[in-house]
């Protein structure tokens, strides 16, 4: 017997709508590495704003410069993915008109849409790979498109509760279409 899916039995960070023609799928992006992210971000962009204000105007060599700049160049993208973490979203709109994956509020270019009937088919996929002395397994949730390309809807790093909910909810709603 196939398992229901609805909002009682989605995983944590995940959020599921099903109207009579379109299926909305919500998941947090919030991982570890979010958090971790955070203190070493403010401390990178602490030590950047502290060496450029800190010293009078005209006593600072051009090597505080160059320094605060690799702070701020490396600190900035790594607030933003720590940000990002804790607040995006991706939000995945399957129906009848087509495939719209978007992620927000914070901005990010990954967000795409294709119209008409797209998509055709659903693939799950699982990739390891080594980090930090230790294997990653990464989810991959691929859709096979009208037009015969296949695009990735979805990677998921280590939870494969939210990747397999996900990929049963689409696969469940192009069955039914």
């Not at 995940?14 to 401390?43: D, K, Q, S």
């Not at 900035?76 to 939000?91: D, I, K, Q, S, V």
């Not at 008409?116 to 691929?142: C, H, K, M, N, W």
Request: a positive charge; hydrophobic letters at 45%; one cysteine or more.
């Amino acid at each position: 017997m196939a398992r229901q899916m609805d909002e009682s039995t989605a995983p944590a960070g995940v959020g599921l709508e099903r109207t009579a023609g379109e299926l909305r799928i919500r998941r947090r992006w919030l991982n570890v590495r979010h958090v971790l992210a955070i203190p070493f971000a403010a401390v990178m962009l602490f030590f950047a704003l502290g060496r450029v204000v800190g010293p009078l105007p005209g006593s600072g060599s051009i090597h505080l410069y160059i320094t605060s700049g690799i702070l701020v160049v490396t600190g900035l993208p790594l607030a933003w993915y720590a940000l990002a973490g804790l607040f995006n979203y991706r939000t995945i709109i399957l129906s009848r008109d087509g495939l719209r994956i978007a992620d927000g509020p914070l901005p990010t270019p990954r967000s795409r849409r294709f119209d008409g009937p797209a998509v055709r088919s659903v693939r799950f996929e699982t990739e390891s790979f080594r980090a930090l002395r230790r294997t990653i397994q990464r989810y991959r949730i691929d859709a096979r498109l009208a037009d015969g390309s296949d695009i990735c809807i979805d990677r998921i790093e280590e939870n494969e509760s939210q990747a397999r909910f996900i990929y049963e909810a689409i696969r469940s709603f192009l069955k039914k279409r």
